[in-house]
């Protein structure tokens, strides 16, 4: 049993780069895998950093926390979307359990942690807020103060990580890693904590700016070029860093390491609504002049029956009769539409009509409880080597431009884990699931692990 534990959490962090490939260019993780049980974290699905962070945390599904990606559906009109925030989130994480029986815990960072809320200690919210000058993204709120005295204009997240100015970015990222450590540095220094848990988010950004600079099987990749090693040598300087912060953890302390997903490479786009609207499954009221986001305004209502949603997946939505405000689809007849979607999306190739491995997913094959308004169907392209692009007006159904501006990189199931404390057998283990993170951190703690909770503990 540990006294105190302290988690990094990186974001996109994928264990074929950290322990299969970069371990030896690693020297703070490494000392930790030779200490500590490592191995791969299957993420939840949708593998995606909103809503898995909270799924993380609280040991429950997407489903049962009724958060399907950033934007959900509200209710079942058309143009109901909301962002998915703090308040989206209606089950105590492991934070508050801790704070509910007086043990001090320190927060940094964390999606899905904007707008703050109250915890016994600090909180620091995630790259959800807004504006760090005009938002109140701390808890307490005099923490804002400190936080700009100490290193001055705070990142919460990067602008415009999207973008062909890779120099430019390059900085941005060394920038907002530094100050998050240093803060991170800071509150250890000055805070009582039995938790610390922070969530660096330059890792996911490096992976989808750079990623076509490193792996070999990217398309775009080219031998040589002036980015081979940037995401390398920005995880070298994150491992100091993490060092760093290990001088903060005693023999009593346990030691995480968490991704919330991993990466992989993206192939192309496929154009869900410009695809249901070859089928017949989607009509517009007048063809866009120009590649166009599908916004409700858009759509013929009463003669279209499916519409989709992009992203780094796809949420495919049915309009339905007694749902949808001008549903076409009678109920007798969703299952068997559903089923017949389901089945020509999965044989969808790619631009030459070759197979990619295309699954659909009926949300009550992945969750036994379903909050909120989930999708009719969860599609991963071509294993989420295709991106799903939501733009309507394309002229083509597969692209290979991302319609929200360069991105080099999808999210994979496989994120990583690394535990190390008093009583962990030392050696790569099992693949374990993300819900168990939560059971692993109470247990380590001594406290006692709710029954709701859906994962089981690494030790």
């Known amino acids: 049993m540990a006294s105190k534990a302290l988690v990094i959490g990186l974001d996109c962090a994928p264990p074929q780069l950290v322990f299969d490939r970069w371990l030896d260019e690693l020297p703070t993780i490494r000392s930790l895998t030779e200490r500590g049980s490592f191995g791969v974290l299957r993420s939840c699905d949708p593998p995606i950093t909103v809503p898995a962070w909270s799924v993380m945390t609280s040991s429950r599904s997407p489903g049962a926390l009724g958060i399907y990606g950033f934007r959900n559906r509200r209710d079942h009109s058309y143009d109901g979307l909301s962002f998915a925030t703090s308040r989206s989130v209606r089950v105590p994480r492991v934070w508050d359990l801790l704070s509910a029986r007086d043990r001090p815990v320190i927060v940094l960072g964390v999606p899905g942690t904007y707008p703050v809320t109250p915890v016994n200690g600090v909180m620091v919210a995630c790259f959800l807020t807004p504006d760090v000058e005009t938002s109140q993204y701390t808890h307490p709120p005099e923490l804002k103060?400190?936080?700009?005295?100490?290193?001055?204009?705070?990142?919460?997240?990067?602008?415009?990580?999207?973008?062909?100015?890779?120099?430019?970015?390059?900085?941005?990222?060394?920038?907002?890693?530094?100050?998050?450590?240093?803060?991170?540095?800071?509150?250890?220094?000055?805070?009582?904590?039995?938790?610390?848990?922070?969530?660096?988010?330059?890792?996911?950004?490096?992976?989808?700016?750079?990623?076509?600079?490193?792996?070999?099987?990217?398309?775009?990749?080219?031998?040589?070029?002036?980015?081979?090693?940037?995401?390398?040598?920005?995880?070298?300087?994150?491992?100091?860093?993490?060092?760093?912060?290990?001088?903060?953890?005693?023999?009593?302390?346990?030691?995480l390491?968490?991704?919330?997903?991993?990466?992989?490479?993206?192939?192309?786009?496929?154009?869900?609504?410009?695809?249901?609207?070859?089928?017949?499954?989607?009509?517009?009221?007048?063809?866009?002049?120009?590649?166009?986001?599908?916004?409700?305004?858009?759509?013929?209502?009463?003669?279209?029956?499916?519409?989709?949603?992009?992203?780094?997946?796809?949420?495919?939505?049915?309009?339905?009769?007694?749902?949808?405000?001008?549903?076409?689809?009678?109920?007798?007849?969703?299952?068997?539409?559903?089923?017949?979607?389901?089945?020509?999306?999965?044989?969808?190739?790619?631009?030459?009509?070759?197979?990619?491995?295309?699954?659909?997913?009926?949300?009550?094959?992945l969750y036994p409880e379903r909050n909120g308004v989930a999708p009719d169907l969860m599609v991963y392209f071509g294993d989420l080597l295709w991106r799903s692009v939501g733009q309507v007006g394309t002229g083509a159904v597969h692209v290979f431009e991302n319609d929200t501006g360069p991105d080099d990189a999808n999210h994979a199931h496989e994120g990583l884990y690394l535990v190390a404390g008093d009583g962990v057998a030392p050696g790569r283990g099992s693949e374990r699931d993300i819900r168990d993170i939560a059971p692993t951190l109470l247990t380590l703690l001594g406290e006692p692990v709710p029954a709701e909770m859906e994962g089981t503990s690494l030790v």
């Open 145 to 255: 103060d400190e936080i700009a005295q100490l290193v001055g204009r705070y990142l919460i997240d990067v602008p415009d990580f999207r973008t062909e100015e890779k120099d430019r970015l390059l900085a941005d990222l060394e920038e907002m890693t530094e100050k998050r450590f240093r803060l991170a540095e800071h509150l250890l220094e000055t805070r009582p904590w039995d938790l610390f848990f922070m969530v660096e988010m330059g890792t996911d950004r490096i992976n989808h700016a750079f990623w076509r600079f490193t792996d070999p099987e990217h398309r775009l990749y080219e031998p040589g070029n002036s980015y081979e090693s940037a995401i390398l040598d920005y995880y070298r300087r994150l491992d100091e860093r993490i060092g760093r912060l290990l001088r903060f953890a005693d023999d009593e302390t346990a030691v």
């Open 257 to 365: 390491i968490v991704s919330d997903h991993g990466a992989k490479r993206i192939d192309g786009g496929v154009c869900v609504n410009e695809w249901l609207r070859q089928e017949g499954y989607l009509v517009l009221k007048e063809e866009p002049a120009s590649p166009s986001r599908l916004t409700p305004d858009l759509v013929d209502w009463p003669r279209t029956k499916a519409w989709g949603e992009g992203g780094y997946y796809c949420r495919l939505f049915l309009n339905v009769v007694g749902r949808e405000p001008q549903g076409v689809i009678p109920q007798a007849d969703y299952e068997r539409v559903r089923d017949e979607l389901k089945g020509k999306l999965q044989a969808l190739g790619d631009e030459q009509g070759r197979p990619i491995g295309t699954v659909a997913h009926r949300p009550e094959e």
